[in-house]
């Protein structure tokens, strides 16, 4: 499927941008290593979700079977959360990958290259956390473009709404406005930036990566998700299917 | 009753397309529910299946209500609405497995099925590449998968050749006769209707027309007799003169309805015998329009 193309992409791309990386010390080389993936993921993270949401309903939409789901004798609950849950667990897989490609590779690299210092220092459980962090970031975003693909039977919609709103995320993000905690798709790129300068900025001394994990963004965003989630199977409840 | 509807109706936006529809479907029947496209057939059956919101009326299945008993109907029925929902990604098989799947049927139920419709040689084919012919034969496969005891089908025999056709008629007065189902059938040929329906519903514009037996139908539609013969006009007079009806007198031939085949005989030999040549003979149904016209005129 689409995932499993990004990350053959990334693969390739792991490999020979990590040719280029210089002998730095193990911390900063995992840095340098996650980063920048980090960094695109901010922005990347919320399209992702748009596709997902998509594929995941347009399926449907494609084969005209929303009908036939409907009137089998399944309770309509069913049908769209586990459409729902098979989106979810679709994010957290693609996540979940790139956390062990990022290991994966990194280690690769080390036995590969022993000049590099990946072994000097371990930042899995951190690496974890900050992917996890992003998971539930994102799981706003996810109900709300889980609900518009589900509505809207084009890809236009869905994905030009995402696309604006995750410009404006972005935007609100890194103008630092205080209420950008509110707004979802702001809620990666927040939990990037919240991990990613405190530790580049410590200067020479061994950076410091803390985690915290459940900041308001994050409560903003799993109420989002919860709120849209609710509020989309009422909408389907009452929803006629053509 | 197995279907049972009162003051059903149903609008897109302003427009009405089913008006205060009154549907008694019998058990053990095959309906044939008739109109011409557009004439609200499908969203009556969209209705049924719950896929609709009715705005006003009720529906009764197995005589219980369907919006508080949805689940418990929906496990008896089985459907299949315009093109058949079909994932085109998938093979044949697999499209019935997934929906066995779902609904807990086991394998060889599916490979019953897929025998049933004449899809075993394409089972393992991408759905996308079988016929129009092939898909609709696997919509039926997939509405008949579950051993529903109610099929509803809405135009089942579109793009179904003249085979196909028959297979299918034959499937749907054998599950009726052996195995005691109820057959709820949309189509817009009347013809098709008329050799395997036991009722029929006949709706146009949102308003049912007709309903009743297909005996009580065929009192409407009164079958006429066709006749072609060398002078249609004096022939015509003729028969008049004989007490019999003429409707419609043309260059080629006469039509003149009859109530039995001895009537027809007779026709015959009161031409014959009166030096009129018969070249042809034979029973015409009034089509489908013509039927709308005479219900639509007689209300």
Redesign the interface.
């Known amino acids: 499927m689409l995932p499993l193309i990004i990350y053959l992409i990334l693969f390739i791309g792991f490999f020979s941008h990590s040719e280029k990386l210089s002998t730095h010390p193990g911390v900063l080389l995992w840095l340098e290593f996650s980063g920048p993936v980090l960094f695109v993921m901010s922005f990347l993270l919320p399209m992702l979700i748009v596709f997902i949401g998509y594929s995941v309903n347009s399926v449907e939409h494609k084969a005209d079977t929303w009908k036939s789901l409907f009137s089998l004798p399944i309770p309509k609950w069913s049908v769209y959360s586990a459409k729902y849950v098979y989106a979810l667990f679709l994010v957290f897989l693609c996540l979940a990958l790139f956390v062990l490609f990022i290991l994966g590779f990194g280690n690769l690299l080390s036995v590969l290259k022993p000049s590099f210092k990946f072994n000097q220092y371990h930042m899995e459980s951190t690496l974890a956390k900050v992917y996890l962090k992003l998971f539930l970031s994102s799981l706003g975003i996810l109900s709300i473009q889980f609900l518009l693909s589900l509505l809207f039977r084009d890809f236009l919609k869905p994905m030009g709404i995402g696309f604006v709103a995750t410009i404006a995320g972005v935007i609100l993000a890194n103008i630092n406005w205080d209420y950008a905690y509110l707004f979802p798709y702001s809620h990666p790129i927040l939990t990037v930036k919240n991990v990613l300068p405190r530790n580049m900025g410590d200067g020479g001394g061994m950076p410091q990566i803390t985690v915290d994990l459940f900041t308001k963004d994050i409560f903003v965003s799993l109420s989002v998700a919860i709120t849209v989630f609710i509020l989309g199977y009422f909408i389907v409840l009452k929803k006629s299917v053509k | 009753m197995v279907i049972s509807t009162e003051g059903l109706s149903f609008n897109f936006g302003n427009q009405q397309v089913v008006k205060s529809l009154s549907l008694q479907v019998p058990e053990g029947s095959i309906y044939g529910f008739l109109g011409p496209n557009g004439a609200g057939k499908t969203t009556t059956i969209?209705l049924l299946?719950?896929?609709?919101?009715t705005d006003s009326g009720s529906i009764h299945i197995f005589d219980k209500e369907l919006q508080s008993n949805r689940?418990?109907i929906?496990?008896?029925?089985g459907?299949l609405?315009?093109?058949p929902?079909?994932?085109?990604h998938l093979s044949g098989k697999e499209n019935l497995m997934n929906?066995a799947l779902?609904?807990e049927v086991s394998e060889q139920r599916v490979d019953e099925m897929l025998k049933l419709v004449h899809l075993t040689d394409a089972a393992n084919k991408k759905a996308g590449k079988y016929s129009l012919g092939m898909k609709q034969r696997l919509g039926i496969a997939?509405a008949l998968l579950?051993d529903p005891k109610l099929l509803i089908l809405d135009e089942p025999t579109n793009g179904l050749d003249p085979n196909g056709i028959i297979e299918i008629r034959e499937l749907l007065i054998k599950l009726v006769t052996k195995h005691q189902k109820t057959v709820f059938i949309s189509s817009h040929l009347l013809a098709e209707v008329e050799r395997m329906a036991t009722h029929v519903g006949i709706i146009d514009k949102g308003e049912l027309l007709f309903q009743g037996s297909i005996k009580d139908l065929e009192g409407i539609s009164q079958p006429q007799v066709q006749v072609e013969v060398a002078d249609t006009v004096d022939a015509g007079n003729f028969l008049k003169k004989q007490g019999f009806t003429v409707t419609d007198i043309s260059e080629f031939h006469l039509c003149i309805p009859f109530n039995s085949k001895e009537q027809i005989g007779e026709i015959n030999t009161l031409l014959n015998k009166n030096g009129y040549v018969v070249y042809s003979i034979h029973k015409i149904h009034k089509d489908l329009e013509k039927l709308f016209l005479d219900i639509t005129q007689k209300a």
């Open positions: 969209k299946l719950n896929l609709l919101k689940i418990e929906l496990s008896q029925i459907s609405i315009e093109q929902a079909i994932y085109l929906r779902l609904l997939l579950p």
